[in-house]
């Protein structure tokens, strides 16, 4: 699977090993910046992997802010996004199954890496149940034809 991911300075410093976690699993990973801790806006970044996403050129987003809040909601604004803040495996495969999220947004100041590689883990590996769920994603989608 192709992954996009990004961070801001508040997530940089788990960004490469997240990224090398991701690799270790074999998948392909595009990193969307920054180069370096500077400040930088985290909207910036989210509408990276999000056009990344939506685009095509990545199968799934991860990003990576202080909270993952504010990237979370700059990704969901981008039609074909289904974006969240994930603090638990058990909530990463939710957002899979359920939701068939494609952008995972993960607290670099308040959650360990360790977890946070599980919870990727965990995102990349749960596949979408479909059935019933399907028809809920599709109303999750609507505003993005309107």
């Given amino acids: 699977m192709r992954i996009a991911v990004a961070s801001d300075h508040a997530g940089f410093i788990q960004k490469q090993p997240v990224i090398d976690f991701i690799e270790s699993l074999g998948h392909e990973v595009t990193d969307l910046g920054p180069a370096n801790d500077d400040r930088v806006d985290y909207a910036d970044f989210a509408d990276k992997v999000a056009d990344a996403v939506v ?6 987003g ?3 802010c202080g909270t993952g809040i504010g990237m979370a909601m700059t990704a969901d604004k981008h039609p074909g996004i289904r974006a969240a803040v994930v603090q638990t495996p058990q ?7 359920h939701n ?3 952008v995972i ?7 360990p ?9 965990t995102f990349l590996e749960t596949p979408f ?5 399907a028809q ?5 989608m609507r505003a993005d034809s309107l």
């Fill in 62 to 64: 991860v990003l990576i």
């Fill in 129 to 133: 149940d479909g059935g019933r769920h």
């Fill in 113 to 121: 890496y360790a977890l946070n590689c599980e919870i990727v883990r």
């Fill in 91 to 97: 909530f990463a495969e939710l957002m899979r199954a």
């Fill in 100 to 102: 068939d999220g494609n």
């Fill in 136 to 140: 809920r994603v599709e109303k999750i």
């Fill in 105 to 111: 947004c993960l607290s670099g100041r308040f959650v």
């Fill in 55 to 60: 685009n095509g050129d990545a199968d799934r």
